[in-house]
């Protein structure tokens, strides 16, 4: 069965500071995506990235960053230099393409960043 | 703005009552999906469209929920004899699709019910 966790559920940190969110996934397929969205106060989610199985480079967007390591089946998200703007909602996600393209979720890690 | 969209953002209803909520993909997206969130927790799939043909519902969708999307661009979900437990976030997120490829869904605004 495909699960996602995030075992972090809610995170505050200082602004300026970096901070990571862990996500580990259960899956059975060998070929899957893997998502991460953020929902800010306004509630609309947005698509933030996805990397597919057979792609373990790390990848580092602006400040943002992400981990991929099969061997541990994680996909962890780092925020270098954190902004209040940052705060929000963030999930993690799953799909096994194979059979379909739905999304499983995580429960989401709420980060707050103070100023 | 060429996003998705959903109407209507809010609906209160009494227990018992029907409701139908509309959504609008990004035009020439061919997948749209339902999803439904509630406080504290993920999304959770409902079902998806391919263009017309509804290709899977989940086992939360009761009997009492049904989803269309009649002409492969928007769709609607409907809620027969709401209960307390049907609220929740109603989201809708469309995708372009080639077969068996995942790509990004993009997601609408939302619609909040409130059964009472």
């Known amino acids: 069965a495909q699960k996602v966790t995030q075992a972090q559920t809610e995170i505050s940190v200082v602004e300026k500071e970096d901070v990571t969110l862990d996500c580990v996934y259960e899956t059975r397929d060998t070929t899957y995506y893997l998502f991460w969205y953020k929902q800010p106060p306004s509630g609309e989610l947005v698509f933030l990235i996805r990397r597919n199985s057979f792609d373990e480079q790390n990848e580092i967007s602006g400040r943002y960053s992400w981990n991929f390591q099969k061997s541990t089946s994680s996909f962890n998200f780092t925020i270098t230099a954190s902004q209040v703007v940052d705060s929000a909602v963030y999930f993690c996600?799953?799909?096994?393409?194979?059979?379909?393209?739905?999304?499983?979720f995580g429960k989401g890690t709420r980060l707050h960043i103070l100023p | 703005d060429t996003g998705v969209s959903q109407n209507p953002r809010h609906k209160i209803t009494k227990r018992g009552q029907n409701v139908t909520f509309r959504c609008d993909p990004i035009s020439e997206h061919n997948r749209l999906y339902w999803y439904r969130q509630t406080l504290g927790q993920g999304p959770e799939f409902l079902t998806y469209?391919?263009?017309?043909?509804?290709?899977?519902k989940s086992r939360l969708l009761s009997d009492r929920f049904s989803a269309e999307r009649p002409k492969g661009s928007f769709s609607t979900l409907e809620i027969q004899r709401t209960e307390q437990g049907d609220s929740a976030m109603y989201l809708c997120?469309?995708?372009?699709?080639?077969?068996?490829?995942?790509?990004?869904?993009?997601f609408g605004p939302g619609t909040r019910l409130t059964v009472t």
């Open positions: 469209f391919q263009n017309e043909a509804q290709l899977e």
């Open positions: 997120a469309s995708s372009l699709n080639p077969s068996w490829t995942a790509y990004e869904q993009y």
């Open positions: 996600a799953l799909s096994e393409s194979e059979r379909d393209d739905k999304i499983i």
